[in-house]
């Protein structure tokens, strides 16, 4: 794995609005995947599998609602 | 995936009370799903799958839980 | 889904104390199982199914920690 | 299930020290186990299953870890 | 279980350095698990279980991740 | 597991960027896994496994999620 990766486009956690703010987390949550299984063909075939399994589903939600618990955060929840 | 899809009913997490606080988190951790698999008839047969898995309506259960943890602090707890 | 469903009782996080905070936890948790799954008759046969599973009792166990985290949270602790 | 079980015994998140805390997170993590399955037969039973299982005690440190993360909160850390 | 096992080395969650703050956070888990598993031999075996198994590593580095977040906090970052 | 072994770079949570951070967050994830199992060739071996199970590489990036939450307050947020 290479650390010169890309992993927050922009390199900050301030975004404009909510939906900007989930726009980013589900990048930042991609791109963790990337960076740990960097072959695209290996990922596109991954892609198939969990895009039909129900509890993947559930588990990438999971961590997309991490992720922007954070950036949320960093925003101070856009109010 | 479309990131033109809206992520967050109302682009804001600033909802009148818990009630619609926590119908919020439902429809935030549904919409992660629905990006991710975007074919309805695909989301129609795995929710077949998971309303009837009670390993994977509990996993349903900690996705919201956690997207609430962002909205309640996002207003203030509501107090 | 209904989103009309009561997610919240009292439609508040407010409690007296931790003990009402817990089972406000606990109720919560099931309420999105509930509107997950609103066939009462389904959701009896899958009581019997993870009250004997170690694994999803655990399961369970981590769902209401996260929810009690955000009820203490507004009830700054009943400090 | 009875609500009217003890689930935090005290019923206060507030102890002497680190110690005492994370001995009230065990304890609560375990009476949520407790009042989700009531018949003491069947979590000895389970307790012989988890106790042996690699991936659940792993799973029990993460709820406790989690349980842990109010407490401590609660009491300021103890500083 | 016998609740007078030692659960936090030192009895404080108040460390030096994060490095140290690290350390504290991976024997917290630890204990966690030996005192829900006391039997020394079964920890070994399971021991051998889990460092060969990908996916409980991985949730082994997700507990610990929790642990730190409360240690990290208690320690203002070490800022 | 010897706990003389670097859990950190550079000891610190504190970094100049939000991709610094992300990075930070990477390597420490990895870093208890290298605690947990100090054989490199058993490691090897190990992430031809998680690299190929769409499972294990949510899983990841959930455990990444949580050390970022904790890095990210560290550096309150790069704001």
């Known amino acids: ?3 010169s990766v890309q992993l927050i486009p ?3 956690l301030i975004t404009a609005t909510p939906q900007e703010g989930r726009e980013l987390a ?3 949550a991609r791109l963790i995947i990337k960076v740990t299984q960097p072959d ?3 990922r596109g ?3 198939g599998v969990y895009a039909e399994d ?3 589903l559930i588990a990438i939600g999971q961590t ?3 992720e922007f618990t954070t ?3 960093a925003n101070n929840y856009w109010r």
Chains 1, 2, 3, 4, 5, 6 share one sequence.
């Open 1 to 3: 794995m290479s650390e």
């Open 10 to 12: 922009g390199d900050s």
């Open 26 to 28: 589900i990048k930042m």
């Open 40 to 42: 695209a063909e290996v």
């Open 45 to 47: 075939r991954l892609r």
């Open 54 to 56: 129900a509890a993947m």
């Open 64 to 66: 997309v609602a991490t």
């Open 71 to 73: 950036i949320a955060a």
